[in-house]
């Protein structure tokens, strides 16, 4: 039994170290908003700047494959705007049009392979909509 509970123990450790150095990875970069603010309305732009921490500057080419735009900061994360995604523009920057029905604020949830970083690289940005 001593012996069992101690590979547990060993393999328990090592996922802890996995996860820690996974992150130390994707937390080098941040999705930012171009805009904090944004339109109460059904054609809504909501724009992220995929920023790279160790230099301060925008990545372009990322592959965002999941998305979410929900009213989590006031208490509704059932609360779920419909969005796609709008031509690219300004390097680094990833713009969606979103059809926003309820001003307050909303979170936009992004998951994202980026060029030369192995671990998905994941982002939660607020965004403020008024009338
Ligand atoms: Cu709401």
Same mark, same amino acid.
């Given at each position: 039994?001593?012996?069992?509970?101690?590979? $547990?123990?060993? @393999?328990?450790? /090592?996922?802890?170290?996995?996860?820690? %150095?996974? /992150?130390?990875?994707?937390? *080098?970069?941040?999705?930012?908003?171009?805009?904090?603010?944004?339109?109460?309305?059904?054609?809504?732009?909501?724009?992220?700047? @995929?920023? *790279? #921490?160790?230099?301060?500057?925008?990545?372009? +080419?990322?592959?965002?494959?999941?998305?979410? @735009? *929900?009213?989590?900061? =006031?208490?509704?994360?059932?609360? @779920?705007?419909?969005?796609? %995604?709008?031509?690219? +523009?300004?390097?680094?920057?990833?713009?969606? #049009?979103? =059809?926003?029905?309820?001003?307050?604020?909303?979170?936009?949830? /992004?998951?994202? #392979?980026?060029?030369?970083?192995?671990?998905?690289?994941? +982002?939660? $940005?607020?965004?403020? %909509? #008024? *009338?």
């Amino acid at each position: 039994m001593i012996g069992k509970n101690s590979r $547990v123990a060993a @393999l328990a450790g /090592l996922a802890a170290f996995s996860t820690h %150095a996974a /992150l130390a990875g994707a937390t *080098d970069y941040e999705f930012q908003p171009v805009s904090a603010h944004i339109k109460n309305n059904a054609a809504a732009e909501v724009g992220v700047r @995929l920023i *790279d #921490k160790r230099t301060g500057k925008a990545v372009p +080419g990322a592959v965002i494959f999941r998305t979410q @735009l *929900d009213m989590s900061p =006031d208490g509704m994360g059932e609360m @779920l705007a419909i969005h796609e %995604a709008l031509p690219p +523009g300004e390097p680094g920057v990833y713009r969606y #049009k979103a =059809d926003i029905t309820m001003a307050g604020n909303w979170a936009f949830r /992004l998951q994202a #392979k980026v060029p030369g970083e192995p671990e998905t690289v994941e +982002g939660n $940005v607020v965004f403020t %909509a #008024k *009338d």
